[in-house]
């Protein structure tokens, strides 16, 4: 089989519409057990999808920075219930929780070879890229379920994922993973360990980032030049230069079937000042995007391809499902509502940048 052939893109519990600010927003709140009203320091505060988070105090506080709202905030302690919520606004947070109730699974010995054969299929799909630089700590919390036409994956603790291609150490709360697979894009669904088609990965959770760079100082610019490599040519570049109207400049070129479609292959369902988010659907049914760049990864803007003597190219398809879909002002998307094809689609969750990355300028 050919793992990854096609991907529909992460679903990581995200917001149906999004408005993303210029500006940072200072939010404070504070932390107390339920029952006995009393503060919980050492509770871990973050945003999720990006590198924005805080610790509570010995009172039970917390201030911090968040890159845009709506944003989705969670608190989690190892004794309490995670507390997960969308923030929408910077009113003061009085955040209450439960303590939480361990169960201990049950693991049976007679399924040590599928759970073995199990692992090596969830790698196979959650991890793809450099692989041999991509560690998850702790696979033992993963509980599997899988049949001829479905797999899926679930965590009783969050997953601890260490990217040392990256420089990330990211911690999931995995609520469930799955794949299947499909005669075609937008086919019918077939068993897994069938020949032909291809698979559909999805993801819902929630999680946070942390940088290696102080932990590894010697690797700082290696970290950096890999997060640019895989911003330049990702989905999330792709969508910035929708976003911008500048899809040529930034290194693109799209082609749209049928060809017959005389409008734009997006629509802007509703025009906003340039800092906040913006609706889309794609028109056609297929679009085929070229990424042109040189030999350092940087992508070559279309007016400069005639001065060249040769550049690279690499070639992506998405898929139309002509549902509406967000683009925030840096490329990021709460709700990708289609399927790609080809390169675009191999920079998956175990190797992703956080939403708050900010890509160097050459």
């Known amino acids: 089989m050919n793992p990854s052939r096609f991907l529909l893109l992460l679903a990581l519990l995200q917001l149906?519409?999004?408005v993303i600010s210029a500006q940072q927003h200072t939010i404070n709140g504070?932390?107390?057990?339920?029952?006995?009203?009393?503060p919980i320091p050492h509770t871990e505060v973050f945003v999720s999808g990006t590198?924005?988070?805080v610790i509570t105090d010995s009172l039970g506080n917390f201030s911090m920075k968040v890159p845009f709202l709506p944003c989705i905030l969670v608190a989690d302690h190892v004794a309490y219930e995670s507390y997960i919520s969308t923030l929408q606004n910077t009113n003061e947070l009085l955040i209450k929780l439960h303590k939480r109730n361990?169960?201990?699974?049950?693991?049976?010995?007679?399924g040590k070879n599928r759970r073995r054969r199990n692992l090596r299929f969830f790698y196979t799909h959650?991890?793809?890229?450099?692989s041999n630089k991509i560690e998850v700590k702790n696979d033992s919390a993963l509980i599997f379920d899988r049949d001829e036409m479905h797999f899926t994956a679930r965590s009783n603790e969050p997953l601890i994922i260490e990217n040392n291609y990256l420089g990330y150490r990211i911690k999931l709360f995995l609520e469930e993973f799955t794949v299947t697979s499909t005669d075609g894009p937008k086919g019918k669904q077939i068993a897994l360990n069938s020949p032909r088609g291809g698979f559909i990965t999805k993801l819902k959770g929630y999680h946070y980032y942390e940088t290696l760079e102080n932990e590894k100082p010697d690797r700082k610019s290696y970290f950096n030049n890999n997060r640019r490599i895989t911003y330049h040519g990702s989905y999330r570049h792709f969508l910035k230069s929708i976003y911008d109207d500048e899809p040529g400049k930034q290194g693109y070129k799209i082609f749209k079937y049928p060809k017959k479609i005389d409008a734009a292959f997006y629509q802007i369902e509703e025009k906003e000042p340039k800092n906040q988010a913006r609706q889309y659907i794609i028109v056609a049914d297929t679009l085929v995007i070229q990424y042109r760049f040189d030999d350092d990864e940087y992508p070559i803007p279309a007016e400069y391809l005639s001065e060249r003597d040769h550049y690279n190219v690499r070639k992506s398809f998405i898929y139309s499902?002509?549902?509406p879909f967000t683009i925030r002002s840096n490329g990021t998307s709460p709700d990708p509502n289609f399927i790609i094809e080809g390169r675009m689609d191999k920079k998956n969750f175990a190797n992703s940048l956080p939403e708050d990355y900010t890509p160097p300028k050459r």
Request: net charge negative.
């Open 16 to 18: 149906s519409s999004f």
């Open 30 to 38: 504070h932390i107390s057990d339920t029952e006995t009203q009393l």
């Open 51 to 53: 590198t924005v988070g």
């Open 126 to 130: 959650f991890i793809e890229d450099y």
């Open 102 to 110: 361990f169960n201990i699974e049950e693991v049976h010995i007679s």
């Open 321 to 323: 499902t002509k549902q």
